[in-house]
């Protein structure tokens, strides 16, 4: 077992962790702490506790210091930085010509690398836009490419359900989403419903999957045959999944009847659940499976000085 405690970066979902000595380290605290690409302002996001060394990258680094007032005006003092930085990216993809939206800009803390991110259709050859930028600022310049998903979770906004976007609130990383998922939950399949800001497949698919995937084992299909707690034999009309309740057509004297209920009283053959078939057009279809094929296809490229 080692002590960590775990530290978020301003543009990094992710939680990372690092070893706080014997540093007196408190929620929300601010940290230098040295990483992969030089010493990083982190906040801390989970307080000092213990974990198994299998479940940490070995070997554990460090907090080098709780940051000072200084390290504070530098991290502002960064983030004007990025501003004017923005500004000056933007001219110098418009003077190149290149066909590429800038989404952001990052000076690390040590201010030994600029990033800038951006979105493209394809990919660029930037490699004059570096050397026009490295001569402006003096220090190793990384372009990134990123997805639109990427993109979205830097930006921010709400979502349908009025609330702030997932991956811009609290998704350290993006998690596989897929049609089925949307078929299991017995949701529109219409793309315009079951897909986010950014044009792909709504995160949040796949918070209630398994709560569906397990509520959904429990009941029979529709068009099953079951057996009542009276004993007579009724096909299944339709399903409440959260409520676990079954409406069943049977026969009682030569008149139907549909009846209520909860699958537990019911005897039937579980069976793998089948997603619920629903009648889509050429072009929902055609929409449906662009959606799939760039959640397979999304990625990213990138080219360091």
Known sequence: MVNVVGVRFRRVGKIYYFDPLDLDIKLNDHVIVETARGVEYGTIVLEKRQMEDDKVFQPLKPVLRIATADDDKKEEANKQKEKKAFDICLEKIAKHGLEMKLIDVEYTFDNNKVLFYFTADGRIDFRELV??????????????????????????????????????????????????????????????KISGVCGRLMCCLKHEQETYEYLNSKLPNVGDTVTTPDRLKGEVVSVGVLRQMVKVLIEVNGEKDLRDYHSDELKFVHRKTKAAEQQLTKEEMRELEALEKQEKQEGKSKFED
């Not at 001569?135 to 930006?155: A, M, P």
């Open 131 to 192: 050397k026009d930028l490295a001569s402006v600022f003096k220090t190793r310049i990384e372009l990134r490419q990123i997805g639109v998903r990427d993109e979205t979770k830097v930006v921010g906004g709400y979502s349908i359900c009025g609330r702030e976007l997932c991956c811009h609130a609290h998704l350290s990383e993006f998690i596989p989403v897929s049609i089925r998922m949307a078929k299991e939950q017995n949701l529109s399949l219409n793309p315009t």
